[in-house]
């Protein structure tokens, strides 16, 4: 993309806080976005097979950390456990 002169977003140059949004229009190309974090078109141009791939492990990794966070607060009552 930088050959294209098509630049990170201004205000994401640390941490990576945009990899959410690249993962969702990978892994979801067909959705319909009105706005968009980062530049669609050309994040579907430039996905390979192994990044749709990666796409869906990370989202598939992120919502299962959520849940075992609801799990963890919900059941094991995490305010006698830390006492």
Known sequence: MAKEGIDPP????GIGARILA????IAFPNLKRH???VNIEATK??????D???AWL?????ASF?????VFYLFLEPDKILR
């Open 22 to 25: 690249y993962a969702g229009i």
């Open 35 to 37: 706005a968009s974090l």
């Open 45 to 50: 141009r430039f996905t390979r097979e192994k």
């Open 58 to 62: 990370y989202i598939i990794s992120v």
């Open 10 to 13: 201004i205000w994401d140059k």
């Open 52 to 54: 749709k791939k990666l």
């Open 66 to 70: 959520f849940i075992v966070l609801i």
